[in-house]
């Protein structure tokens, strides 16, 4: 049974697939690292929690070697759009918590998983279908160092045989724990406003596509990756997946078909607008499906409906 180590677990995916690790591989192997709240409901009682401060490789280390820690998810990042106002603290988060995984990894010999993201695209990559193996020219700190974690995972991989893996995430939407500070993240707030019957301000343009994914399957991906066959592998850092594409008309109709009298409106945010408009309009995940069978289930009709009936369940 692997011994999993979680850094970022109160975070967006950090309290859902904490969740989901513990259902998998038992709620003693799943070590919970927090470095600030808001700490999810019952997160203390559900199993096993250590505050760490992911900048201090010695806190990793400790707690590695204290649960026997064979595979470390690394979850600690500064989204995009907050990177950019503060793109020291983006740097020091994405690169600090990655590099001194890694080299706890290598002493320890743990597997690691650092998610990128599509934010590892810029301009000047194809936007459309986005290949697998393409260029890789950022004009974001967050997508620098998602870049850089992709590079250096696969040196620790081939120079020391560290079974680093990762998944190039699109925009998450889930109903649990909100993002904070990311390009994507209007496609959870408009349904906490449609839930409300507010009007939703948009900060993105019409016609403005990005890839995006609604949590299952986002935690399917983290699971089935660290899962899949090694032997089958041709690349690790980090695979394109998706599991659809939308702008936010197309979002806006969705939602429209439950809440026919929902209202949304633009008032666009120019450094978010800049950011999503560097960021490709849909991945190519073919490799992700040919090398471990990636397949995604929700599309925007059916996430839509089960993020309403969620929150409408929450709002009880
Ligand atoms: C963001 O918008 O910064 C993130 C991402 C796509 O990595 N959700």
Redesign the pocket.
């Known amino acids: 049974m692997k011994k999993i180590l979680i850094i970022g677990s109160t975070g967006q995916i950090g309290s859902e697939l904490s969740i989901k690790l513990r259902s998998i591989y038992g709620e003693s192997n799943v070590v919970c690292g927090y470095f600030a709240p808001p700490f999810p409901e019952n997160f203390f009682e559900a199993g096993p929690t250590e505050e760490i401060n992911a900048l201090e490789k010695e806190q990793i280390a400790s707690v590695v070697k204290k649960y026997n820690i064979d595979t470390i998810y690394n979850l600690a990042a500064i ?3 907050t990177a950019e106002k503060n793109p020291k603290l983006g740097w020091d988060v994405g690169v600090g918590s990655l590099m001194n995984c890694l080299d706890v990894a290598k002493e320890y010999k743990c597997s690691v998983f650092t998610p990128s ?3 590892a695209f810029g301009p000047e990559t194809p936007r459309d279908k986005t290949p697998q193996d393409t260029i890789q020219r950022p004009k974001t700190v ?1 997508g620098i160092t998602k870049v850089l974690g992709e590079l250096i995972s696969d040196y620790y991989f081939q120079h020391w045989g560290i079974d680093t893996r990762s998944v190039r ?4 939407i889930s109903n649990l724990t909100p ?1 904070g ?5 209007y496609a959870v707030e408009i349904f906490y406003k449609a839930i409300k019957g507010e009007k939703f301000v948009c900060p993105l343009k019409a016609g403005t596509f990005m890839d995006m994914m609604y949590m299952p399957d986002a935690l399917d991906a983290a699971v089935n990756i660290m899962e899949a066959d090694a032997s089958k592998l041709i690349h690790r850092n980090a695979f394109n997946v998706t599991a659809m594409s939308f702008d936010p008309e197309m979002l806006l109709a969705e939602i429209r078909k439950h809440l026919p009298n929902f209202q949304m409106t633009y008032e666009i945010d120019p450094l978010k607008q800049s950011i999503a408009d560097s960021w490709p309009n849909s991945l190519d995940d073919s490799c992700a499906k040919n090398e471990w069978n990636w397949q995604s289930k929700f599309n925007l009709e059916t996430m839509t409906a089960d993020m309403l009936a969620n929150l409408r369940e929450k709002q009880k």
């Open positions: 989204l995009s759009a993201s599509i934010g967050y995430f699109p925009g998450i993002p500070g990311g390009t994507t993240d």
